[in-house]
């Protein structure tokens, strides 16, 4: 698990029965590093005390959102937190996420419909653009099923909420069901994937041991990258502009995350770092060479991202040689589409298996089909770029993506470079459900 040293979390609890367990969350986090400052509804407060949630995190509790009784005693050492009527707002300022667990059914309709008269929601809605809001739901199945509950969800994610999501188990209700909130390590360990970058280096802790191991460690990745050329003649192509320097960040940044890493590389100049790294590299010319390729890595593949811009049409026939250009003022190449490697391995796909493809688009439709893409290609995640923003895709040093998943996230992040842009989207396939 990835250390929580040194970061800041605020705790949010609100009224579902598993707030019982909000202490143990508390726990959990103190054990990885952070400095937690819990925060309770009334709702809260009846499942658990504010004492027990002090205790476990070792600091004051918040418990409303009016100045002077918000604290549960002992006072508060920190300005940052008293004597002030927007405390809420240094608070938030101050955090480096915040952990809503239980996140209850009225939390999240309160939380998209933007009603902030309590002291969980009130923080949440005070959080700089950047740091991450973090929900786990807890409740009954029914509700949980409920259309608004889930809707409410949908769009809480498509907005940049990340959504640890409950799991099936027994039920305050005595029922057995979906709905139940994850054990208080699992959501830790989640919770930390999402704040702290995955592949920041293993610390020591105190005693010695090992503060945690690195998120991929144990996994095999699949990556293809770079163009296709097909063949026109022995010497002329049907190719694309693609340099393969986002599926080499990629490669590199896997590695360091402790994945047993394997590229297929279209044409493109040499990356002499991936051998360093110990990337498993192979290349190949077209997209039947690329789909050959990738067929034989794919059984034993955990995760598969397919960033390569494959030419969609080859000539249907290569000439021998070089083709003469003779009298003509025109010449007429028929194509014939190339395989879609993606769709072709997405048929086979094991459910333990997690597929990303990559879509590159432009005009105000490139989120549709993007997210038409991550549907018809029956992938866990899409990542598009949009050919119009500046600094973005082929070529460049930096790229500008959104990401999306199959459980209805979207992700947009602002302009970065690709060593940047690959710990987003591998730190994101860590923690899809
Ligand atoms: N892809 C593939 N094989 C192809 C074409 C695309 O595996 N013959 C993969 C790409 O690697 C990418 C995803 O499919 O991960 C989307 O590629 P893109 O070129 O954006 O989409 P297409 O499916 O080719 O559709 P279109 O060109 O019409 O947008």
Redesign the pocket.
């Known amino acids: 698990m990835p250390s929580l040293e040194n970061k800041r979390i605020i705790l949010g609890v609100t009224g579902s029965i598993a707030a019982i367990k909000a202490p143990a969350v508390a726990r959990e986090l103190v054990r990885a590093g952070a400095s937690v400052t819990c925060v309770a509804t009334d709702g809260a407060l009846q499942f658990t005390t504010a004492e027990e949630l002090s205790e476990a995190s070792g600091q004051p509790v918040i418990i409303s959102i009016f100045s002077g009784q918000e604290h549960h005693p002992p006072a508060p050492s920190s300005s940052q937190r008293r004597g002030s009527d927007v405390w809420h707002v240094h608070l938030a300022r101050s955090a480096d996420a915040m952990l809503i667990a239980p996140c209850s059914a009225s939390a999240i309709g309160m939380l998209r419909t933007g009603i902030y008269d309590n002291a969980v929601t009130l923080v949440a809605a005070s959080l700089p653009k950047g740091t991450p809001l973090v929900i786990v739901p807890a409740m009954d199945e029914d509700m949980w099923l409920q259309a608004a509950v889930q809707e409410n969800l949908a769009w809480l994610k498509r907005h940049g909420v990340f959504v640890i999501e409950p799991v099936v188990g027994k039920l305050a209700s005595g029922l057995t069901g979906m709905g139940r909130m994850p054990e208080p390590e699992d959501i830790v360990e989640k919770f930390a994937r999402i704040v702290a970058p995955a592949s920041s280096p293993v610390s020591g802790s105190a005693n010695g041991e090992p503060a945690g191991t690195p998120a991929l460690q144990g996994k095999r990745i699949l990556i293809?990258g770079g163009p296709t050329y097909e063949p026109i003649d022995a010497v002329r192509f049907i190719g694309n502009r693609s340099s393969g320097k986002m599926a080499a960040a990629l490669a590199i940044e896997s590695k360091h995350m402790g994945a047993d890493v394997t590229l297929i590389l279209g044409p493109t100049t040499p990356f002499p770092l991936l051998e360093k790294e110990g990337v498993s590299l192979r290349t190949v010319g077209t997209?039947e060479e690329m789909l050959q390729a990738v067929n034989a890595e794919t059984a034993t593949a955990d995760i598969i991202i397919?960033?390569?811009?494959?030419a969609?049409f080859a000539p249907e026939h290569a000439s021998e040689g070089k083709m003469k250009k003779g009298a003509g003022e025109t010449m007429t190449l028929t194509l014939k589409k190339?395989?879609?490697?993606?769709a072709e391995i997405s048929k086979s796909k094991r459910p333990d298996q997690i597929i990303v493809?990559?879509?590159?688009e432009k005009g105000d439709e490139a989120e549709d089909?993007a997210r038409k893409?991550l549907l018809e290609?029956n992938l866990d995640m899409i990542v598009m770029n949009n050919i119009a923003d500046e600094g973005a895709g082929f070529g460049y040093d930096t790229n500008k993506i959104t990401i999306f998943t199959k459980s209805g996230e979207r992700i947009a992040l602002p302009l970065m470079s690709k060593e940047q842009c690959a710990k987003e989207i591998l730190n994101r396939i860590t923690i899809l459900p």
């Open positions: 293809t997209a397919m960033s390569a811009a494959v969609d190339t395989p879609d490697i993606l493809g990559f879509a590159l089909y893409k290609k």
